[in-house]
C-alpha cells in the first residue's frame, strides 16, 4: 500500500512541476513528450494509478495485482480526460493579434511634427486603442495634420502621408 501511496505522491509532484516549469522539461527533450505523453497525462495517470490502488487494496480483500489492475484503468481513465481537457484548452482561440500591416490606411494626427528626412510620431488607433509611433513621411508635416498610413516600417514605426482636405 505504501509504494501505491508514494506513486500518487509522486504524480501530484510531477504534476506541479509540469505546472510551475511550463513546458520546459518537454522542451529539454526535444518535444518527445507531446500528446499521449505530456507531462500533465502521465502525472494524472501516475497520481490516480498510486491512489485508486491504494483505496481499493485497503477497503477491499482484493489482492496487489487486483488493486493494480483497477488503479491501471482509473489512471488510464484519467489520463484520457487530462489530454482531452488539455487539447480543448489548447484549442480556445481568441481573436487574432493586430499586425503592423493591419494599420495600413488608418488615418491618425502627427503627435511631433514630422521632417523630411527624419522620425516624428504620430497617434493612431490600433484594435481601438491608441498607439503613438514613430512616423516617417517623405515632406514635412507639422505638428495636429491629419496624416494616413501608407506602410509598416517596423513594429514601431511606419510610413506616413498628409491626407488633403
Given at each position: 500500500m505504501e509504494l501505491f501511496l508514494g506513486?500518487?505522491?509522486a504524480g501530484i509532484?510531477?504534476?506541479?512541476?509540469?505546472?510551475?516549469l511550463d513546458g520546459v522539461?518537454?522542451?529539454?527533450?526535444?518535444?518527445t513528450?507531446?500528446?499521449?505523453l505530456s507531462l500533465p497525462v502521465i502525472a494524472g495517470f501516475t497520481s490516480m494509478l498510486g491512489f485508486t490502488s491504494s483505496i481499493v487494496l485497503g477497503t477491499t480483500g482484493f489482492g496487489t495485482s487486483a488493486a493494480a489492475a483497477?488503479?491501471?484503468?482509473?489512471?488510464?481513465?484519467?489520463?484520457?480526460?487530462?489530454?482531452?481537457?488539455?487539447?480543448?484548452?489548447?484549442r480556445d482561440?481568441?481573436?487574432l493579434t493586430p499586425r503592423g500591416e493591419d494599420l495600413?490606411?488608418?488615418?491618425?494626427?502627427?503627435v511631433t511634427a514630422i521632417p523630411a528626412d527624419g522620425y516624428g510620431e504620430v497617434l493612431l488607433r490600433l484594435a481601438g486603442q491608441p498607439v503613438k509611433l514613430a512616423a516617417r513621411s517623405s515632406?514635412?508635416?507639422r505638428r495636429g495634420a491629419e496624416i494616413w498610413v501608407e506602410a509598416a516600417l517596423s513594429a514601431t514605426s511606419v510610413a506616413v502621408r498628409p491626407v488633403d482636405r
Open positions: 506513486l500518487g505522491i509532484i510531477l504534476l506541479s512541476l509540469s505546472l510551475v522539461v518537454e522542451g529539454l527533450l526535444g518535444g513528450l507531446d500528446g499521449w483497477v488503479g491501471a484503468l482509473a489512471g488510464a481513465a484519467a489520463g484520457w480526460l487530462t489530454w482531452k481537457l488539455s487539447r480543448a484548452l489548447m482561440q481568441t481573436s495600413i490606411g488608418t488615418a491618425g494626427s502627427v515632406e514635412p508635416v
